[in-house]
């Protein structure tokens, strides 16, 4: 008997062991981006044991990793109706009421799960990390970062060799808002004191990073984490993603790096069909979603907008609207991506009588994204929907946005304020953008071009001739430019001062003196010979005029 008391024992013992190696395995599993085998795994521990309230705690979380929300939650109730009482699973089920907006009930169940675990007045680390996860989950909208910072630092204090507490504390700060970029930052740099190697935290800082557009920051940090852990799959698609759509062979190589540090699912095949997508092969992308759509994968969140983007480039502007518009209807807006309303706006700006739908998804893609560039971009395209529904003044309006937010504004961003003023009537604003270009590129024709052309357009039906300086300078600067390619500007230019100094100022000998330069560039010019005629009539006849005066 005491013999065999003894080998249960051990095979008891045997299996504690197993059990939290098991879940420690899903943990990893999780942590490398393998929801699939995190699934299975934590699947098989609770068919051998249905009580394992950790296995049933980490199984809800990767159902949430895959937005199963419903399958989370009925885990977790039908873990507790058949008795099973665990603060995790409390946590869980906070966790749960939190995504689905009943944060006040959330906190009700984090602070029993607390209560339930603290003994001798000590808190338990796991639990309040948990809380502190539930809270970093989700859009800045959700849940209550605060109070899961705060849960999050108490959790630190007790364990402070826990790296993913401060990743998530790093999570926590940013759903607060961009001016805690700072305390963020710090959470991610503590993580990496507790674990250099701690690969989560090199891509969280890399995310922090790839927001503000510091390349050579997200860059070094997502490639960091991939030296410091080749198997984390995470930082390679942050990686693709990036590269996708500015260098498709260097893409290439990271994706093919996910791909074999990741679970052989859905997710794999669907960026295997955007990679297609990328280099341009657009009829095999789409035999691949096709594939996903009629098998296991037909759920997949984002295949509508795969088929969109291929639609699109294939020329069927119909489907493209189809497959984007129908995404974007039944999409949860927390996941929704600012691109996805661009799609959107690209897709419709092709169809005649839909730039205001247009117009509409681009200003809801510009309240998402946080990017300046993007936002100027948003800002551009709407402001040339504008232009082509003939709507001048929001055109204006809209490029003058783009250009208050654009700290280094191209050559064009500022011709064009200056032509959209020009074209309402804002003559000042468009004197000023078009003098401001031809200060800053002097050797382009286009702000001299401008600002004689506002000029003139100051001097309404030709009265005053203000707007001779500005035409004389464009002249000399054409001439210096390109005088046969700027040939017809030219002439055209020349005859505007000969009709003001001949017509406005009474100057004849001007007005000889510009029509001989119109002469030398282009001297068969019968404008010219003949005006110059009919001038030197005028001043003889002013001459015998003035002699037959007493």
Request: charged share 25%; hydrophobic share 40%; proline share 3%.
């Amino acid at each position: 008997m005491k013999k065999y008391f003894l080998i249960t024992i051990t095979l008891a013992l045997g299996m504690v062991g197993l059990q939290a190696q098991n879940v420690d395995d899903a943990k990893r599993h999780l942590y490398y981006g393998r929801t699939s085998s995190a699934i299975s795994t934590l699947n098989q521990m609770i068919s051998a044991d249905g009580n394992n309230a950790e296995a049933i705690y980490w199984l809800g979380q990767a159902h949430l990793r895959n937005d199963e929300v419903k399958k989370a939650r009925e885990l977790y109730q039908n873990a507790v109706q058949r008795g099973i009482n665990s603060p995790l699973l409390q946590v869980g089920v906070g966790h749960v009421n939190m995504l689905e907006g009943n944060t006040a009930g959330a906190r009700q169940l984090f602070e029993e799960a607390i209560a339930t675990s603290t003994k001798r007045r000590k808190e338990d680390p796991v639990i309040l990390q948990a809380i502190g996860r539930a809270n970093a989950d989700g859009a800045s909208t959700v849940g209550d970062p605060a109070y899961g910072i705060a849960t999050l630092q108490r959790a630190a204090s007790i364990n402070p060799n826990d790296a993913e507490t401060f990743v998530n504390m790093g999570i926590s700060f940013l759903k607060l808002g961009s001016d805690k970029g700072g305390d963020a930052y710090e959470a991610f740099m503590n993580a990496l004191k507790v674990d250099p190697n701690y690969a989560a935290a090199k891509y969280r800082l890399g995310k922090l990073f790839l927001t503000q557009n510091n390349k050579e920051r997200f860059e070094g940090y997502f490639i960091g984490a991939t030296e410091s852990d080749p198997k984390y799959a995470p930082a390679y698609l942050e990686l693709y993603n990036y590269y996708a759509q500015r260098d498709v062979n260097k893409a290439k190589t990271y994706l093919e790096n996910y791909m074999s540090n990741s679970d052989k699912d859905c997710n794999v095949d669907f960026f295997y069909a955007d990679y297609l997508f990328r280099a341009g092969k657009y009829q095999e992308s789409v035999d691949i979603a096709n594939a996903m759509l009629n098998g296991a994968c037909k759920e997949l969140p984002r295949l509508p907008v795969l088929f969109a983007y291929n639609y699109d480039r294939l020329g069927d502007t119909a489907k493209a609207r189809e497959s984007i518009e129908n995404y974007l209807s039944t999409a949860a807006a927390d996941k929704v991506q600012p691109d996805d309303y661009l799609l959107a706006a690209t897709v419709l700006k092709k169809m005649p009588g839909r730039e205001d739908a247009a117009i509409k998804y681009l200003q809801v893609a510009l309240e998402k994204d946080t990017l300046r560039a993007n936002q100027v971009m948003f800002m551009d395209t709407i402001a040339s929907l504008f232009k082509k529904k003939g709507e001048f003044d929001n055109r204006l309006l809209w490029l003058q946005k783009s250009y208050a937010l654009n700290p280094n504004p191209s050559n064009l961003d500022i011709y064009n304020i200056g032509e959209a003023a020009y074209q309402v009537g804002n003559l000042t604003l468009a004197d000023s953008m078009f003098s401001a270009y031809a200060t800053k590129y002097p050797d382009q024709i286009y702000g001299h071009l401008g600002v004689a052309k506002t000029a003139i357009a100051k001097d309404k039906d030709t009265t005053i001739g203000s707007a001779v300086p500005a035409v004389k300078n464009l002249i000399q600067v054409l001439e210096k430019i390109d005088v046969a390619k700027n040939k017809s500007l030219i002439l055209q230019h020349y005859g505007y001062l000969v009709y003001v100094h001949a017509n406005v100022f009474k100057d004849y000998p001007a007005a000889l003196l510009e029509l001989e330069g119109l002469l030398k560039i282009d001297p068969d010019n019968s404008y010219a010979k003949q005006t110059a005629e009919q001038i030197k009539k005028v001043m003889a006849g002013s001459r015998q005029t003035s002699k037959k005066k007493p």
